[in-house]
């Protein structure tokens, strides 16, 4: 079971607009309220897919497995596909030397943001995410299906919402109890994110487009 949800951990952990959205709020004029509403925001949406998915998986590994390899091998193959989809459209998004790159809407209001917006903000991307929507389900899949009892699933669920947002949630704890000493650091690491970000999740992607795929592959010979 480990070895299904370790490598999916790094696809959640690694989300280069999350971590922009999450280091710009620190760094705007309300950066405590804000940023640890977004982080809130953030953190439920994951743990409502991880719970929602953990369920269904539970569900259809009591349900009995009829046609079970089948049924993963489509799966697997609609997250390689997906992951080659985000693949493409983080490279297209990369920054370009001499191009210049219009704003979001949501970068362009980070110093106007209030709380309730930002938890939206998490809310909105943690949750309306292609990724997170197929990839995710590998996790509660495992962990429902791993026949871990309830303590377990419990256990395993919290860790993964811990591990997997933790690039979020970091961040925004060592700003707000270490402000002085952060602010450099955040400025570096949002600087590094908008030049390496698209490029590294673009890698990242096209690992795990392999990786589902040969599942897949595995599944229907």
Same mark, same amino acid.
């Given at each position: 079971?480990?070895?299904? +949800?370790?490598?999916?951990?790094?696809?959640?952990?690694?989300?280069?607009?999350?971590?922009?959205?999450?280091?710009?709020?620190?760094?705007?004029?309300? =950066?405590?309220?804000?940023?640890?509403?977004?982080?809130? /925001?953030?953190?439920?949406?994951?743990?409502?897919?991880?719970?929602?998915?953990?369920?269904?998986?539970? !569900?259809?590994?009591?349900?009995?497995?009829?046609? !079970?390899?089948?049924? +993963? /091998?489509?799966?697997?193959?609609?997250?390689?596909?997906?992951?080659?989809?985000?693949?493409?459209?983080?490279?297209?998004?990369?920054?370009?030397?001499?191009?210049?790159? $219009?704003?979001?809407?949501?970068?362009?209001?980070?110093? $106007?943001?209030?709380?309730?917006?930002?938890?939206?903000? @998490?809310?909105?991307?943690?949750?309306?995410?292609?990724?997170?929507?197929?990839?995710? &389900?590998?996790?509660? !899949? &495992?962990?429902?299906?791993?026949?871990?009892? *309830? *303590? @377990?699933?419990?256990?395993? /669920?919290?860790?993964?919402?811990?591990?997997?947002?933790?690039?979020?949630?970091?961040?925004?704890?060592? *700003?707000?109890?270490?402000?002085?000493?952060?602010?450099?650091?955040? $400025?570096?690491?949002?600087?590094?994110?908008?030049?390496? /970000?698209?490029?590294? =999740?673009?890698?990242?992607? +096209?690992?795990?487009?392999?990786?589902?795929?040969?599942? *897949?592959?595995?599944?229907?010979?």
């Amino acid at each position: 079971m480990l070895g299904q +949800i370790l490598p999916v951990t790094l696809v959640v952990w690694f989300s280069p607009v999350p971590v922009t959205a999450a280091t710009l709020l620190l760094l705007s004029s309300h =950066a405590r309220s804000v940023a640890s509403s977004y982080a809130a /925001g953030w953190v439920l949406g994951i743990t409502v897919y991880v719970v929602g998915y953990t369920l269904l998986g539970g !569900a259809m590994a009591a349900a009995g497995p009829p046609s !079970a390899p089948l049924l +993963i /091998g489509v799966f697997d193959a609609v997250v390689a596909v997906t992951m080659v989809v985000l693949a493409i459209s983080s490279w297209r998004g990369r920054p370009r030397p001499g191009r210049s790159e $219009r704003q979001p809407g949501w970068m362009r209001g980070i110093d $106007r943001m209030r709380p309730p917006a930002a938890l939206g903000l @998490g809310l909105v991307f943690s949750i309306f995410s292609p990724t997170h929507f197929t990839v995710l &389900a590998t996790v509660g !899949a &495992a962990i429902g299906g791993g026949g871990l009892g *309830a *303590a @377990g699933e419990v256990l395993a /669920g919290v860790l993964f919402v811990l591990i997997g947002t933790s690039s979020v949630t970091a961040p925004v704890a060592f *700003a707000l109890l270490a402000p002085e000493r952060a602010a450099v650091p955040l $400025r570096r690491l949002h600087e590094w994110v908008g030049v390496h /970000g698209n490029t590294m =999740a673009t890698v990242m992607f +096209i690992v795990f487009a392999a990786d589902f795929g040969g599942k *897949a592959i595995g599944a229907f010979l």
